[in-house]
């Protein structure tokens, strides 16, 4: 069977096709088309299974990757497939929006000259065929246990908690204040990376696998924390962090000056097919609009490729920094480039100008200069060089903070660091009240699906261990 592998001395690195920039950006649709399966089986073939596999060194899941590219390039796709889905509750969701090029594909041993093997797209791959040949199942657990855990948050964190509780026989109740089960993969994360039908097949999967949800439910102001303590074994949070970033600016209270999550889930909505409102009367919707999305992360590449899909006039992206020093990935930025999106870099708002609504951002431009402790340069404004952005539409991307839930949860108790995220012990991923644990953003602030996901999956291990030590 080796001959089916090493082949990444005579088989080049191949994505699937990418849709052309003038036709994706007219729709909200994902840009990647699927592999064929001869594609998917040639590219896993690729694989050099190293001694020392990086590609799953440096996967917060560990997923064991050199095996299911074997079992792929051998054409076991079934196998392939279970041993993928044993570490990961949503490998076809982290196939498309991982950011690879910095985990695990940015350190395959081939990715210098050779290029990396093509793992995310396999691994989408994989999981696409599971379903549609019916591999993919609901859990059934082995054991009904008698214990309820409480589960706050229906984003992957709180899902991934949940599944794997699931299959220990517990019974699980999710609260989420959203009416849709998928945090930001179903109000935050855009079509055009991650559709809306890939989230709903697998919230239907852990519907069908007997977790109950509770939707619509804000925990702090439906219910409370403490009647949830009281009816539960163990709550987990997994509440995600929401707090737009802000900074103020003159001007800062004009109409048409949108936070990027009001604006993304007003879109991703829409796309859902739910009336929003502000949106057709010109406050969220693009279309024929100036945008200036401010921010260089991985949300503001979301709202500068939504904006284009809108039909904006114009898109612009400003950010202090350079194209090196940007926190978004530069997939995305190659991708928004492709569809059109200008990036002025080194410069910074200073203002924004209107009078009954933005008409304009007064722009000054910065040079990076020394570098603070963290070894990144610091911005300083350069003088004499402010200037007149137009915009009428204008999308702050500054970042996330956590809420406060001590005050919100009513938990004075509640540990929180001094960035506001939740203080959770290291080795029992237990907070500091009894019973209570956390996963996800929440613990680490803004991050990734993926490590969401290892969390929650660390979580459910963890309130396991706690239940059955009460029992004892
Ligand atoms: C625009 C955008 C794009 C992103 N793109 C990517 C990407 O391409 N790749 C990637 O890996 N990561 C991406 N991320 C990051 C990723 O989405 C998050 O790291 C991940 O969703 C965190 O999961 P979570 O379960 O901790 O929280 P969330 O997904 O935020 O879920 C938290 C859930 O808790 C609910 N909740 C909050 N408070 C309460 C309450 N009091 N009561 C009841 N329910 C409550 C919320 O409604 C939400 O459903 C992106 C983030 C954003 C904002």
Redesign the pocket.
């Known amino acids: 069977m080796t001959n089916n592998l090493l082949r990444f001395t005579d088989i080049g690195q191949s994505y699937p096709d990418k849709r052309d920039a003038s036709s994706r950006k007219n729709d909200f649709s994902e840009i990647y088309e699927d592999y064929s399966n001869s594609s998917a089986l040639e590219q896993a073939s690729r694989c050099s299974q190293c001694g020392v596999p990086f590609c799953q060194i440096h996967c917060p899941l560990q997923n064991n990757i050199p095996d299911w590219l074997m079992m792929t390039a051998q054409g076991r796709l079934k196998e392939a497939y279970e041993i993928s889905a044993s570490t990961n509750n949503m490998p076809e969701i982290c196939g498309r ?3 690879q090029d910095r985990l695990c594909e940015g350190n395959c041993v081939i990715e210098n000259g050779f290029k990396s093997v093509t793992i995310g797209s396999v691994e989408r791959y994989l999981t696409d065929n599971a379903f549609k040949n019916g591999w993919v199942s609901p859990v059934k657990p082995l054991t009904i246990r008698s214990q309820k855990i409480c589960i ?7 899902l991934a908690a949940a599944e794997e509780l699931r299959k220990l026989g517990y019974e699980i109740d999710v ?4 009416d849709r089960i ?4 179903i109000y ?2 855009p079509n055009f ?1 991650l559709e809306k039908s890939i989230v709903e097949r697998r919230a239907s999967l852990l519907k069908d696998s007997g977790i109950n949800f509770y939707l619509n ?4 102001k439906d219910i409370s924390f403490n009647q949830l303590r009281e009816k539960y074994e163990a709550v987990l949070i ?5 707090e737009a970033r802000d900074i103020a600016l003159p001007g800062v209270g004009l109409p048409n000056i949108v936070p ?2 009001t604006y ?1 889930t007003a879109s991703n909505r829409v796309g859902l097919g739910d009336k929003v409102a502000n949106f057709s009367n010109g406050q969220l919707d693009a279309s024929g609009k100036d945008v200036v999305v401010l921010g260089g992360g ?2 503001a590449m ?1 709202c500068v490729r939504t904006a284009t899909r809108q039909g904006a006039s114009s898109v612009k992206c400003v950010y202090r920094r350079d194209r090196t020093n940007m926190p978004g990935s530069l997939r995305e930025v190659k991708h928004a480039e492709e569809e059109g999106v200008e990036f002025i870099w080194l410069t910074t708002p200073e203002a924004y100008l209107g009078q009954k609504k933005i008409e304009a951002i007064r722009a000054v431009k910065v040079r990076l200069g020394s570098s603070d402790s963290s070894g990144r340069q610091s911005p300083e404004l350069i003088a004499n060089s402010a200037h007149e952005l137009k915009c009428d539409l204008a999308i702050k991307a500054f970042g ?1 903070d956590p ?1 406060d839930l001590k005050s ?1 949860f009513n938990q004075p108790e509640l540990k929180v660091t001094g960035w506001g995220t939740i203080s959770i012990d290291f080795l029992s991923k237990m907070t500091s009240l009894d019973g209570v644990f956390a ?4 613990v680490r602030g ?7 996901i290892r969390d ?1 999956r660390d979580a459910a291990l963890q309130i396991h261990k706690y239940v059955q030590s009460k029992l004892d």
């Open positions: 929006i991982c950011p706050i948050g229906a984003g992957p964190g709180g609260y989420d204040r959203y998928g945090g930001l993969l935050g994360i990376k439910t804000e925990v702090g997994a509440t995600g962090v929401y990027a999550m993304l991985d949300t979301d996330f809420e919100s996963a996800g953003d929440i803004a991050s990734l699906v993926v490590w969401a929650g």
